[in-house]
C-alpha cells in the first residue's frame, strides 16, 4: 500500500478519487445518452462517443480500485447528465465535461505529484480526456452552421 505523508493527505486522496470517479461514471452515462441519440444520425460520431464511454468506464474501475487500495469506500453521488438529442448541443456539453475534467487531474497532478502510482494514473486519465476534448472539438467544427 501506498505511505502517506499524514491522514491529512490520506484523506485529501481519497476524496479526489471519489470525486473522479463519481465524475467519470456521470461522463460515461451521458456518453452513452448522446451514442444513442447520435445512432442513425451519425455513425461515426456514435461510435465516438461509444468508444469514449468505455475510456470513462475504465477510469472508474482505476478510481474505485484505487479506493479501496488505498483504505477507503466508494461512495456515490448523483450524476447528472445532458440528454439532448441535438448533436451540437451534445458535442457542447461533452466538450465542457472534457474541459472540468483536464482541469481537475492537472491540478491533482500538481498536489499529488509525491505520489508516483496515483500520478501516473492521472496523467494516463488526463492524456484520454484530452484526445476526448480534441475529438469532441473536432466533429463540432465540422458541423454546419454556427457552433455553439
Known sequence: MMQFKNERDREDVLNSLTE?????????????????????????LSDSFKSAALDEMSHILFFSDLITKYGGTPRFTPWPID??????????????????????YSGQLER??????????????????GDHEALFADYLARLPGPAL
Open 20 to 44: 473522479n470517479m463519481n465524475e467519470e461514471f456521470q461522463a460515461a452515462l451521458q456518453y452513452i445518452c448522446h451514442r444513442i441519440s447520435a445512432k442513425g444520425i451519425d455513425e461515426m
Open 83 to 104: 440528454q439532448s438529442p441535438d448533436v451540437k448541443a451534445m458535442l457542447t456539453s461533452d466538450i465542457a465535461l472534457e474541459k472540468k475534467a483536464r482541469e481537475r
Open 112 to 129: 499529488f505529484a509525491a505520489y508516483a502510482e496515483l500520478a501516473g494514473i492521472i496523467k494516463n486519465v488526463l492524456d484520454d480526456e
